[in-house]
């Protein structure tokens, strides 16, 4: 058993203090834009790995977030990049428990610090640049000056935040399509171009941010 594994209310309270920043909607309206970061840069970098050309990636005050990609207007290539944002912030939880598990807490750190200066190439507006570089600044000085056992716990406190950040934002888009805000989400326009309802491409975004989080507690907890 790793050392991770072993202080397991540790472990426990990460995934408390997740919640709390997640479940809590006056904490949700700042912490929010964390999982904005990894949604959008989930687009970038399936945009890029579809052949697809990368304009640029904004983000807004209110959370919200765009990116622009050059390329064909229908077909896979497009699908696929409109598919990349709403997982992205559950694969990256799942792929970062998977590290602090096995006592690369350190690791997953870079790798997100790494993750969040690539996003900022891209970034096309002042505030999505001030965002990922406070961002930034935080996991970076985690990784710096922090001994081993502050990494492990903000590294899985992070994993936990974006799991648990990305099936509340599912759930968020899930109410606004019942509520009939339709029209700009990636769901709608998902819908456009395939013919499937965007309930149903909603249903899938829910249940893969549903499995990452059953996944991720298996790994960090079992």
Same mark, same amino acid.
């Given at each position: 058993?790793?050392?991770?594994?072993?202080?397991?209310? %540790?472990?426990?309270?990460?995934?408390?203090?997740?919640?709390?920043? $997640?479940?809590?909607?006056?904490?949700?309206?700042? @912490?929010?834009?964390?999982? @904005?970061? &990894?949604?959008?840069?989930? /687009?970038?970098?399936?945009? $890029?790995?579809?052949?697809?050309?990368?304009?640029?990636?904004?983000?807004?005050?209110? &959370?919200?977030?765009? @990116?622009?990609?050059?390329?064909? *207007? *229908?077909?896979?290539?497009? $699908?696929?990049?409109?598919?990349?944002?709403?997982?992205?912030?559950?694969?990256?939880?799942? #792929?970062?428990?998977?590290?602090?598990?096995?006592?690369?807490?350190?690791?997953?750190?870079?790798?997100?610090?790494?993750?969040?200066?690539?996003?900022?190439? /891209?970034?096309?507006?002042?505030?999505?640049?001030?965002?990922?570089?406070?961002?930034?600044?935080? !996991?970076?000085?985690?990784?710096?000056?922090?001994?081993?056992?502050?990494?492990?716990?903000? %590294? %899985?406190?992070?994993?936990?935040?974006?799991?648990? #950040?990305?099936?509340?934002? !599912?759930?968020?888009?899930?109410?606004?399509?019942?509520?009939?805000?339709?029209?700009?989400?990636?769901?709608?326009?998902?819908?456009?171009?395939?013919?499937?309802?965007?309930?149903?491409?909603?249903?899938?975004?829910?249940?893969?941010?549903?499995?990452?989080?059953?996944?991720?507690?298996?790994?960090?907890?079992?």
């Amino acid at each position: 058993m790793t050392a991770v594994l072993a202080d397991r209310p %540790a472990v426990l309270l990460a995934m408390a203090l997740a919640l709390l920043a $997640v479940g809590w909607s006056a904490v949700w309206r700042w @912490t929010r834009t964390v999982v @904005t970061i &990894t949604h959008e840069s989930g /687009h970038a970098l399936v945009a $890029v790995l579809a052949g697809r050309g990368l304009t640029g990636i904004r983000l807004h005050a209110d &959370t919200s977030g765009l @990116t622009v990609s050059t390329g064909a *207007r *229908r077909g896979p290539g497009l $699908v696929f990049t409109l598919l990349g944002g709403y997982p992205a912030p559950s694969l990256l939880g799942v #792929g970062g428990a998977a590290l602090v598990a096995a006592d690369r807490a350190a690791l997953m750190l870079w790798i997100a610090l790494g993750l969040l200066a690539t996003t900022l190439i /891209h970034i096309r507006n002042l505030y999505g640049v001030l965002v990922v570089l406070a961002t930034g600044a935080l !996991v970076g000085a985690v990784s710096w000056w922090g001994e081993p056992r502050l990494q492990d716990g903000f %590294a %899985a406190a992070l994993c936990w935040f974006l799991l648990f #950040g990305g099936l509340r934002a !599912v759930r968020e888009l899930q109410r606004g399509l019942r509520r009939g805000h339709r029209g700009t989400s990636d769901a709608d326009a998902l819908a456009r171009l395939t013919g499937v309802p965007g309930g149903m491409w909603t249903g899938l975004f829910g249940l893969a941010a549903s499995g990452a989080v059953i996944i991720a507690a298996l790994i960090l907890l079992l």
